[in-house]
């Protein structure tokens, strides 16, 4: 007698084990992600509904009674002449700090691939002003831009004394110092972070170009940068959003958004609104605009940078 060939398991069946087994192996890793999962609903979208629910309200005060407003807040918000003038600030804040950041950032990381002599001291150096707090950065920045400061001494002892001014008290230069401040806390930390990103750029690539007479700067721009330009533009997009939603720190401690409204942005008036003025409708109806604002600057990136995500 032949023995019965025995039959073998059907394709569905072995399939279905497959799918089995691998929703068994995904259980823990799920399991896992549900702590980051809670934290994200309490401390990030909670936050977001909250201020969307008190832009709608009438709130003098933490402890004040509240009521129902709708949409007075915002049309109070949209004819306050101070809106318009941290949404001029904000403007020329962005428009200013986040090319020339971003610009000067990828040269001085394209260099520091370039491994010159003292590139790690240069990278220690560059990564310092990040590892500062900001309480500490606005005493430093006070001490050169004071009517005393380091500034005006270095103007005098070159014969220039008269351009010394009050720098953060006048009208026409404090918003200037405001942008350096921020041109000084983020170049050199996103200068690091593209030289570590460039640094997965293989070698043999500018070695080629280099033997075809393409110079540094063509180098640079020609092959470095669209090489790396899906991480440029997530890095633009994380610099526009500090721009816009954290720079209120270096207003707070250093002009209060004065002169007058010179250094009032957006994200100072929300701060300000809220924590000294106790007006909590006004300050989350201009915190849903700002958002607003973040959201469409992102898509306006992204379209600019043509990213794919």
Not at 55 to 77: D, H, I, K, T, Y
Not at 109 to 116: A, N, S, V
Not at 129 to 158: C, E, H, Q, R, W
Not at 185 to 205: D, Q, Y
């Amino acid at each position: 007698m032949h023995p019965t060939p025995t039959t073998p398991p059907t394709a569905p069946a072995a399939t279905g084990r497959r799918v089995r087994r691998t929703r068994r192996e995904g259980s823990p890793v799920t399991l896992l992600a549900v702590p980051a999962l809670v934290w994200y609903l309490l401390f990030t979208l909670g936050p977001l509904l909250a201020m969307f629910y008190i832009s709608g309200l009438s709130w003098p005060g933490m402890l004040a009674p509240r009521s129902w407003a709708g949409w007075e807040n915002f049309r109070v918000v949209l004819d306050d002449p101070l809106f318009w003038q941290a949404v001029r600030n904000s403007a020329i804040q962005i428009g200013v700090v986040l090319p020339v950041m971003i610009v000067t950032a990828f040269m001085v990381g394209y260099y520091l691939t370039l491994k010159p002599r003292g590139h790690r001291l240069l990278r220690v150096v560059l990564f310092t002003p990040a590892l500062i707090s900001a309480s500490a950065k606005a005493m430093m920045a006070y001490s050169v831009l004071a009517p005393n400061g380091m500034l005006n001494g270095l103007l005098d002892t070159v014969g220039l004394g008269s351009l010394g001014r009050a720098w953060l008290a006048d009208t026409d230069t404090a918003l200037a110092c405001i942008m350096a401040i921020d041109l000084w806390n983020g170049i050199g930390f996103t200068a690091v972070l593209f030289a570590a990103r460039l640094g997965s750029v293989p070698g043999e690539i500018y070695e080629a170009a280099e033997l075809d007479g393409s110079g540094h700067w063509r180098r640079m721009w020609r092959i470095a940068f669209p090489v790396t330009k899906d991480y440029v533009g997530v890095t633009t997009m994380l610099q526009f959003l500090w721009i816009l939603f954290s720079s209120a720190q270096n207003v707070l401690l250093l002009t209060q958004g004065g002169p007058g409204n010179a250094t009032t942005n957006l994200s100072f008036l929300v701060y300000n609104k809220a924590f000294v003025q106790s007006d909590l409708g006004y300050s989350q109806a201009a915190g849903v605009l700002l958002f607003v604002v973040g959201l469409v600057g992102m898509l306006a990136i992204r379209r600019l940078l043509r990213q794919n995500y």
